[in-house]
């Protein structure tokens, strides 16, 4: 399990592609205590640590994973979001994730606004129904509170602390982002359509 408070960002410093998984070899901004088998958030995404050296960790990243997240799309010299799995008696700052991706979303617009940025993503539609004002929802594994939804798109609205820890600053325009919904709304929409289909039939 995660928080999506990312605790900094990794580089990537190779990509091998094999048969029927990449490895993936990225820097991390610590490997303290990390050990083999671990899971690492990388872009919200959950991996294992395959082999550690110093710094450098490797992830083995299986086709649908490739297909269905950003992961697939990363380049030598990229930045990820990095966040160690939550242990016992870890303060919990943001909201709980499992690191399963639920979709893709596109960054339609960015703005700058004082210190901070505002952003719009365009998200699938058969995500919309779980995206609301003021819930949660992660973006890339950053824990984020949901702005105002309009047209199959939700604003956000960033701060400096997380631009400076994150990988959010260097998005643009038309970038795809991973997008997960947290498993207290899923459950509340799919108990709510339950609930119903049953009034209905």
């Known amino acids: 399990m995660f928080t999506g408070i990312i605790q900094g960002t990794g580089t990537v410093l190779g990509i091998v592609e094999k048969q029927s998984i990449h490895t993936l070899q990225l820097e991390l901004p610590s490997t303290h205590l990390l050990e083999t088998g671990a899971s690492v958030s990388i872009d919200g995404v959950c991996l294992t640590a395959v082999t550690i050296q110093d710094s450098i960790v490797e992830f083995d990243v299986i086709s649908e994973t490739l297909t269905r997240t950003t992961l697939g799309h990363l380049s030598v010299g990229q930045h990820v979001n990095v966040e160690r799995s939550l242990k016992f008696g870890d303060e919990i700052g943001g909201h709980l994730l499992s690191g399963h991706i639920m979709a893709t979303g596109i960054l339609h617009s960015k703005k700058e606004h004082g210190e901070g940025v505002d952003y719009t993503v365009l998200v699938p539609e058969n995500t919309r129904k779980y995206v609301m004002e003021k819930g949660y929802i992660a973006v890339d ?21 997380t631009l400076r820890l994150t990988t959010l600053v260097d998005k643009e325009v038309g970038d795809a982002v991973n997008l997960e919904i947290d498993s207290t709304t899923q459950t509340i929409v799919a108990t709510v359509e339950r609930v119903l289909e049953e009034k209905r039939s």
């Open 141 to 161: 594994g950053i824990s984020l509170t949901i702005g105002k939804v309009d047209e199959g798109a939700f604003s956000l609205h960033i701060i400096p602390e």
